[in-house]
């Protein structure tokens, strides 16, 4: 299991994403979930990934191997003209690793299933972001759905509906994704440390902050306490019930 989220800004966009992998509660380990591409003063990319690990690393280094190749087929995604064509390529390719080990029928949301969040901005465009279904089709976010999650939402949701602000600054809204975060962590075994950061400000087409924060991390762990703490005293200044 995993938990990922991309969200949309007025400053533009952030992700963060768990590292967890686990094939049973005796076989956990870290792997890596969020990949970027860049082309400094034209385009940067990023995607986060959840569901079976060997689909989404396939897709990540086909992503990858074209995007250096010069071949006679469709644009790579450092070609593509806009992130909706970027969107189709990741979701063609997706579908294409899922379809290649379905020997005998898999349905897209069987063994081989995967979706993946991508964002990113080209240059005379705005920052866009989508979810990426197995099926290789996709939905963009807007002004009415902000933000998307993949993996393990249940838990990080409530959060998000309640405290977000499209107007708000990135140190914020990572404060925000945070205590999302750690509401899934401590929901879900199959949902842990360390997370991954990085930002895409609005216009400077390269990677902004990018950084992985630690079990151990003070601030996580201030974030966490804190976040608990809070609840227990707004619980306590709600309105008594009465029979």
């Known amino acids: 299991m995993t938990y990922c989220v991309g969200m949309l800004l007025e400053?533009?966009?952030?992700?963060?994403?768990?590292?967890r992998t686990n094939a049973g509660v005796d076989n956990i380990s870290t792997a890596k979930k969020m990949f970027t591409?860049?082309?400094?003063?034209?385009?940067?990319?990023?995607?986060?990934?959840?569901?079976?690990?060997?689909?989404?690393?396939?897709?990540?280094?086909?992503?990858?191997?074209?995007s250096k190749a010069r071949e006679d087929r469709n644009p790579s995604i450092l070609e593509a003209p806009s992130m909706f064509q970027i969107a189709r390529e990741v979701g063609a390719t997706l579908k294409e690793v899922i379809q290649s080990n379905a020997d005998t029928g898999e349905t897209a949301d069987a063994a081989f299933g995967a979706t993946i969040i991508l964002g990113g901005q080209i240059a005379g465009s705005p920052p866009r972001l989508f979810l990426i279904y197995p099926e290789g089709n996709f939905i963009e976010a807007s002004a009415d759905n902000p933000f998307f999650q993949i993996g393990e939402t249940k838990y990080g949701k409530p959060i998000l509906v309640r405290a977000y602000d499209a107007e708000m600054k990135f140190e914020d809204a990572i404060k925000l994704l945070l205590v999302s975060m750690d509401?899934?962590?401590?929901s879900n075994l199959?949902?842990?440390?360390?997370?991954?950061?990085?930002?895409?400000?609005?216009?400077?087409?390269?990677?902004g902050a990018q950084l992985r924060i630690e079990a151990d991390d003070g601030y996580y762990q201030a974030i966490s306490n804190g976040w608990g703490e809070a609840l227990k005293v707004a619980f306590d200044q709600l309105p008594e019930f009465k029979f």
């Open 11 to 19: 400053a533009g966009l952030v992700f963060m994403s768990d590292t």
């Open 190 to 207: 199959s949902v842990g440390l360390p997370l991954d950061v990085i930002t895409h400000q609005t216009d400077a087409l390269t990677v």
């Open 37 to 66: 591409w860049e082309v400094p003063g034209d385009r940067v990319i990023t995607c986060m990934t959840a569901g079976n690990l060997a689909t989404t690393q396939s897709v990540v280094s086909l992503l990858d191997e074209r």
């Open 183 to 186: 509401s899934t962590i401590k």
